[in-house]
């Protein structure tokens, strides 16, 4: 598979393989090399729908080989493989949790289920230059959090019945 902005042999275009476009190249770095989400990587390279356009791409056939490509050329250079980093992943989260290093234990295994894609950071970001606000600004931004996670919150208190007191007739 040549990479991209090389010409295809002949042979590869008798049988249909296509090359490789420089923004999916761009891509493939940003994503593989680049330590950046799917999405992310193709937000980055200028694709309009990253998430969906990111989904299409690692479904392209020609993205595909070139992407194991990569991780092939990462293998022989580094010694690196998933299966590898998982298993060292494995190990040092037992030794800790041996020793009684919960953290560090909990820490191993976020890394072995990201490594192995079973879990996926998901974060919404805000920014906002507080240093620019005044007091009122800042309260009124306070507030409209508090509003917001009010929204996103279900109220799992019970309702407190009227307590009635009983008095009994001393007759």
Known sequence: ??????????????????KLTPQQQNF??????GDMTQTAAARAVGYK???????????NPVVQERLEEMRLEARTKYGVTVDKSV??????????????????????????LKATGLLVNKSHVMHE???????????????????????????VTPE???VVDIVEDSE
């Open 49 to 59: 729908n990253a998430s969906v356009s990111a989904v299409k791409l690692l479904r």
């Open 160 to 162: 407190q019945e009227e």
């Open 129 to 155: 230059d507080v240093n620019a606000m005044n007091r009122e600004q800042v309260l009124e931004k306070l507030e409209e959090f508090q509003r917001m996670a009010k929204r996103r919150m279900k109220n």
């Open 1 to 18: 598979m040549p990479k991209a902005g090389e010409d295809l042999s002949k042979e590869q275009r008798e049988i249909g393989l296509k």
């Open 28 to 33: 493939l770095d940003k994503y593989f090399n």
């Open 87 to 112: 298993r060292d992943l494995k190990k040092m989260r037992d030794e800790a949790w041996e020793m009684g290093k919960f953290g560090e234990a909990i820490r191993a295994e976020e890394l072995r």
